[in-house]
C-alpha cells in the first residue's frame, strides 16, 4: 500500500469515526459536542452552548455525554482495522477540548471494540420496558468485569432503602417505570473530577453497547445522581470509597425509531 493510499485510507477513517461519535447518547439528547476533523486525527470539543444548566449544575453531565462520544469514535476506529491514540484532557488553553484521537498510532485494535460497532446504530436512549427483568447473571458479571478492568465500578443497587426512593422517584404515575428486579446499575469512580468523568462516559457508552448487543436497551437517570441527597444515598451503594457517576436502567429493547440527530454542518468542522 503506497503512502498516499495509506493517507487516504486513515482519513476515510477519521471521518466515519466523526460521524459515528455524533450517534452517542447524550443527557436529554443534548449532543453537546462539537468534533473537529484532521486529515489524520479528530477532536471531541465541548459545546457549551448545548449545556442544560438547570439539569447540570456541575458540568459533569456534559463530560460524561462526551466521554460516550469518545468511546463511539474509538468504536468505529477498531471496527476499521487501525490503531488510535487518544490524549485526553490534553493540557492547552482551549478549555472546550476534551480528547484528541490520533488514528494509525497506537496499540493494536481491540478486538472487542471492534465488536461494538454494529451496536452503535441498535442502542436506543429511551428508558427499556419490563425493567423488572432481571439481566442474566453472565452478562451482569460480563460488564462488571469489563468497567474495573476499564479502571470503574459496576454494581446492581441491592439496599431495599435505596431502591424504595428510587421506586417512589421513578413509578409509573411520576413519568417512568418501576426500579424493581435486577434492572438499576450504579456506574462509579474513585474520584469525582472531570477527568473521572470523562471515564465514567466512556465506560457508560461501553455497558451501554455491550447490553445492546445482547438485546436489551440501557437508559441513565441523570437527574438522580445530579440531586444531592440521592447521590449521597447511592454512594451507601458503592462498596469501596467512590463516587457515583451514572445510574443506568437496563431491562429488554423495544424497537424505536432513533432520536432526532443535530445536522452533521452544525457539529463536524474540517480542517486540513
Not at 442502542?123 to 474495573?148: E, K
Not at 437508559?219 to 441527597?229: G, K
Not at 440521592?230 to 443506568?248: D, F, I, K, M, Y
Request: proline share 8%; hydrophobic share 40%.
Amino acid at each position: 500500500m503506497t503512502k498516499s493510499t495509506c493517507d487516504a485510507r486513515v482519513t476515510k477513517v477519521v471521518r466515519r469515526a466523526a460521524v459515528r461519535a455524533t450517534l452517542a447518547p447524550s443527557t436529554h439528547n443534548s449532543q453537546p459536542w462539537r468534533v473537529v476533523v484532521r486529515p489524520d486525527s479528530l477532536e471531541i470539543h465541548i459545546d457549551p452552548g448545548r449545556r442544560l444548566h438547570a439539569w447540570d449544575p456541575t458540568g459533569r453531565q456534559v463530560v460524561l455525554s462526551c466521554g460516550c462520544a469518545l468511546f463511539t469514535a474509538r468504536v468505529a476506529i477498531a471496527a476499521s482495522g487501525l490503531a488510535a491514540r487518544v490524549v485526553r484532557l490534553p493540557p492547552r488553553g482551549d478549555t472546550t477540548l476534551v480528547a484528541r484521537v490520533v488514528v494509525g498510532k497506537g496499540r493494536e485494535p481491540d478486538p472487542h471494540l471492534a465488536r461494538l460497532d454494529g451496536a452503535i446504530d441498535l442502542a436506543r436512549t429511551v428508558r427499556p420496558v419490563g425493567s423488572d427483568l432481571a439481566l442474566p447473571p453472565q452478562l451482569v458479571a460480563r460488564i462488571t468485569q469489563m468497567v474495573a478492568d476499564a479502571g470503574g465500578a459496576l454494581q446492581p443497587v441491592t439496599r431495599q432503602e435505596t431502591r424504595d426512593c428510587l421506586t417512589a422517584l421513578l413509578r409509573p404515575d411520576h413519568g417512568g417505570p418501576r426500579a424493581a428486579g435486577g434492572s438499576l446499575l450504579l456506574l462509579s469512580t474513585a474520584e469525582d473530577d472531570t477527568p473521572s468523568w470523562l471515564t465514567a462516559g466512556e465506560l457508560l457508552q461501553q455497558v451501554t453497547l455491550e447490553v445492546t448487543r445482547h438485546g436489551y436497551a440501557a437508559a441513565a437517570l441523570p437527574h438522580v445522581i445530579e440531586q444531592r441527597d440521592l447521590n449521597g444515598l447511592l454512594r451507601t451503594e458503592v462498596s469501596a470509597p467512590g463516587w457515583p457517576q451514572a445510574l443506568l436502567m437496563v431491562g429488554p429493547a423495544l424497537s424505536t425509531p432513533q432520536l432526532r440527530r443535530r445536522r452533521l454542518v452544525d457539529v463536524l468542522t474540517q480542517v486540513g
